[in-house]
Structure formats: structure tokens, C-alpha cells
């Protein structure tokens, strides 16, 4: 059995695949396959032949002196070949667009395709992006997304991104060229572009990843170096809704005193009962409120989950010792002006009172200048039951000095804890 992982993401053209596949990619070091790049070389050759590409026996006949290349630029991108020669901008042409989705819809294109693509899924972990690939190229695939997003939309962004190049074209034609594409991608018998039954629906209308970047440029670290901040990239946009979505159906949870958050400098400290809760937690802060996590090491065990953990803002911490590094990573975030969940019982615990709170908490408040944000979150989570997760009072604890003593630290803690549960039996 093969040990690689393939990831496939689908969807209509315009609607992101290539940005969030290529991301995805590169931060796990897979290789990335824009299977449409393929099509389109097809596409050219036949526009550069001169061949008519509603002439399926034509196009059909054409085949068999293509050789096509997939190659990996010293840039790392993906550069392709035809016959020798390097056609990576030629296949970008507008009319190349049109050929290309026109000679996909016949099944000897397709079939002629198939194994060229299934190859490098077999030698290569892959994110691959196409139009069928999590229903016919890799129906096995370990992660399987539909992204989407109106037509409407794609054609703004699309504008928007010809605008930038000097060649801007109008919104109309624009609009209607994708529609047409649209149209051909999902009514021709072969492979006809849909949604595989296991694949993760992401229909990013609604988001706008340029601004969120653009956003994300405002929160400058205090030196411009935190590697573990929640990064407002389209990346993280896109799996904070996905995850979001999931995680609403599974757990729906009403949200109270969100308003309670600071914007910056807080800790966010929820008791502790259920595995679910750091990831509740953290998706129900605003997609831009910068909160970093300290999460237990173990969590951190393989390559995917540690990058995907990072990714979201958390950051490891080793609940055995006192692990300096986490603290100093945890200070850093907060004087930067970011915000920190952090769980004061440290581990998960049945009912109020079964563990004291840990000092860590108090400590990493009182040396940042924090505020302190008691959040209760209710247990008992069962599948499809409503929970709730309650955003208390921010407050500064009032200590002796920076470097208070053990049994004041303890008291701090203790208190941060105590309103947090206290949340929870006012709401009943
Ligand atoms: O993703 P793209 O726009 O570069 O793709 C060009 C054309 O290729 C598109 O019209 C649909 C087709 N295509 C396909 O049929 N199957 C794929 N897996 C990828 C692309």
C-alpha cells in the first residue's frame, strides 16, 4: 500500500483552488498538481494546429503525437511541455481557456489523461486540483474539498485580478466566459465537474482573501517574528469556515458576551472538560481576533497535525515540566499585543473543584500585564446537543508585585477559575 497522502480539491474555475492547493502544498511539501494545466496544454496544442476543437475526431486524432511534460521549475512550479517545449504562459491564453474546456468534454481526452495523473499520485504525496479528480482521478483520496463560489463573484475577482495586470476586460464578458466554461465543465457526459458525496463543501463567496490578507498586515508582531500567530491568510480564512461549519453541525453552541473581549493583551481561560473545547473556543472568537493556543505537546504528533495546529496559532506546550519555552512563547504573544487561550486546569476534568488551577496561568498574566477573561464552556457535549460558551468580565488581577509568591500566584489562578465556573451557574 502506498504511504502517500493525496489530497483533491475541486471545484468551477476562478474560485480559488489553485491559491489555497498551492498553499496547502507547499507548507506540507507535496507536490502540487494543477490537473487544468494539463487540459489546457491539450487545448493549445490543438488551437496552435489550427484544429477546429468542437471536431471531436479531429482533436481525437491529434493525441498521439503529444507528448505531454509535466515538470518542477528550480522555482518550484509547475512548468509544462509540449514536444519538447516549455508552454507555461502560452496555455494561460484566454482562447487557450475556451479550447481547453472544450476539448476536456471527450472521454479519449480524459482517458488519455487519466493515468499520467493517476502516476503522480502513486509516486508523490499530491494536492491535486482539478474538476473530477475526487470523483474519477483519486476517488480513494485521503481529503477531498469542493470549493466553490457564485459566478458573480469569480468574475469580480477575475476583473479585479485583469485590472491588476494592465489588461483589464469587461465585467459582462468576463461573467459570461465563465459561465459558459461553467456550463461546458458540468454538462459534458465524461467526468462532468460535481462534487464528490465525501468531499468538504468550502464555497468562499462570502470571503474575501485579499482583504483578509490585507487585514492581516495591520497586526504586526511587536518585532515583526512570531511564527505561531493565528494568520489571517486565506488558508486560515478558508479552515477556520470549514472547520466552523463542521464543528456547527456537530456542535452547535450559543455564543454569549463575545462583546466581553478585549481586542488585545487578553488570556483567555476556559475550564476544561471536553476535547472539544480549544477548537470551539477558538473558532468562536472572530475570524480576525489574533489568539494564539497553548495546546498540549502531544497534539503536536505528526507532520500534518503539527503544521495544521501552527497554522491555527497554537503553539506546544510540555504539561510534565515547566516548560520555559512555551511561557516565553506565551509572553511574547501577549506583549505583541495578541491574545492567548490558555486551560488553567491543564487537562480535562469531570466537574469543578476535581483539579486546583495550575500557577502557569497566573504567572504568564501577571509578567504580560494581561487581562484576564474568565470563559465557561458547558460539558456534556453530546453530537447535536446546543452547548454554550460564555465570555465573562475582562480584569486585571491585582498583584503585589510582578514577582509574587507562590501562594499568590496559586490565588490568582484559583479566582480566574472560580469566575469561570461562577459564568456558568449565573446562566442556569
Ligand atoms: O482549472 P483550469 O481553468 O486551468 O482548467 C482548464 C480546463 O480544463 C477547464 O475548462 C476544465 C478542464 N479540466 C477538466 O476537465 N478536468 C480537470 N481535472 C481539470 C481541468
Partial sequence: MSENIRVAIDGPSGAGKSTLARSVAARLNFLYVDTGAIYRTIGYAVWRKGIDPRDRSAVVAVLPDLEICLTYGTDGLQHMELNGMDVTAEIRLPEVSRYASLVSAYPEVRAYLLEM?????????????????????????????FLTASAEERARRRMLELEERGTPEPYAAILRAIQERDWNDTHRDAAPLRQAEDAVLLDTTALDFVQSEDAAAHYPGEDGTMSEKRPLNGFFVCIYYLV??????????????????PEHGALLCPNHNSNWDPVLVALKVPVNYRLHIMA????????VFDWVLR??????????????????????????????????????????????????????????????????VEGNKRL??????????????????RRPSP??????????????????????
Avoid: W
Avoid at 244 to 261: D, M, S
Avoid at 342 to 355: N, Y
Fill in 117 to 145: 495523473q493517476r502516476q503522480l499520485a502513486r509516486e508523490n504525496s499530491v494536492v491535486m486540483d482539478g474538476r473530477d479528480i475526487g470523483t474519477v482521478v483519486l476517488p480513494d483520496a485521503e481529503v477531498k474539498v
Fill in 244 to 261: 466552523n461549519l463542521v464543528a456547527g453541525i456537530l456542535h452547535p453552541v450559543t455564543i454569549i458576551g463575545r462583546e466581553n473581549l
Fill in 296 to 303: 498540549k505537546k502531544e497534539l503536536f504528533c505528526n507532520k
Fill in 311 to 376: 497554522k491555527l496559532g497554537a503553539f506546544p506546550v510540555d504539561r510534565g515540566e515547566g516548560d520555559i519555552e512555551a511561557v516565553k512563547t506565551a509572553l511574547k504573544a501577549i506583549k505583541s499585543g495578541d491574545n492567548l487561550l490558555i486551560f488553567p486546569e491543564g487537562t480535562r476534568v469531570e466537574h469543578e473543584g476535581a483539579l486546583p488551577a495550575k500557577g502557569g496561568v497566573a504567572v504568564i498574566g501577571i509578567r504580560s500585564g494581561a487581562q484576564f477573561v474568565p470563559v465557561y
Fill in 384 to 401: 447535536f446537543r446546543r452547548t454554550r460558551i460564555i465570555f465573562g468580565q475582562a480584569y486585571r488581577p491585582e498583584a503585589t508585585s
Fill in 407 to 428: 501562594e499568590e500566584v496559586q490565588a490568582i489562578a484559583d479566582e480566574v477559575l472560580r469566575r469561570s465556573y461562577a459564568l456558568g451557574k449565573e446562566a442556569r
